[in-house]
């Protein structure tokens, strides 16, 4: 880079040769693949990390298919993806069984109390003999 008084600076002829073609589907991959698998573990929002695993598999191989710069980041990309993907089916499916029995377990505490009111009232009410 060089620079004269009064004029601006101007960047080396073989710059442009330089630069290499964007690898951004690869970043985005590995970027996916990476927060899929933080948010894998973590219930309810394992439903995200599902998405974005998902994304994560697709953008990787898009990437490697078009052979652009980044295989490393694709095949990371997909790695990190896919661990999610699988860890976030399973969490997802561990919160909906918690889910589900805790609604029953709610539903059947809820009878068990109002039998229990119930009867204590039906007690209090009963003529004395």
Same mark, same amino acid.
């Not at 990476?34 to 973590?42: D, T």
């Not at 009867?119 to 003999?129: D, G, L």
């Given at each position: 880079m060089t620079f *004269?008084?009064?004029?601006?600076?101007?960047?080396?002829?073989?710059f442009a040769a330089q630069v290499k073609p964007g690898s951004g589907l690869a970043i985005t991959a590995l970027v996916l693949g990476?927060? +899929?698998?933080?948010?894998? +573990?973590?219930p309810? @929002?394992?439903?995200?990390?599902?998405?974005?695993?998902? +994304?994560?598999?697709?953008?990787g191989i898009v990437a490697l298919v078009r052979r652009t710069a980044g295989k490393g980041m694709a095949i990371t990309g997909i790695v990190t993806g896919s661990v999610g993907l699988l %860890? +976030? %089916?399973v969490v997802?499916?561990?919160?909906?069984?918690?889910?589900?029995?805790?609604?029953?377990?709610?539903? *059947?505490? @809820?009878?068990?109390?109002?039998r229990r009111m119930a009867?204590?009232?039906?007690?209090?009410?009963?003529?004395?003999?």
């Open positions: *004269q008084e009064g004029r601006p600076a101007t960047l080396p002829e073989d990476v927060v +899929a698998l933080l948010l894998a +573990a973590l309810f @929002v394992s439903l995200i990390a599902l998405l974005l695993g998902t +994304a994560a598999v697709v953008l %860890i +976030a %089916i997802s499916f561990m919160s909906v069984i918690t889910l589900v029995l805790l609604g029953s377990t709610a539903g *059947q505490a @809820v009878s068990n109390s109002d009867e204590e009232t039906w007690v209090n009410i009963a003529p004395k003999r």
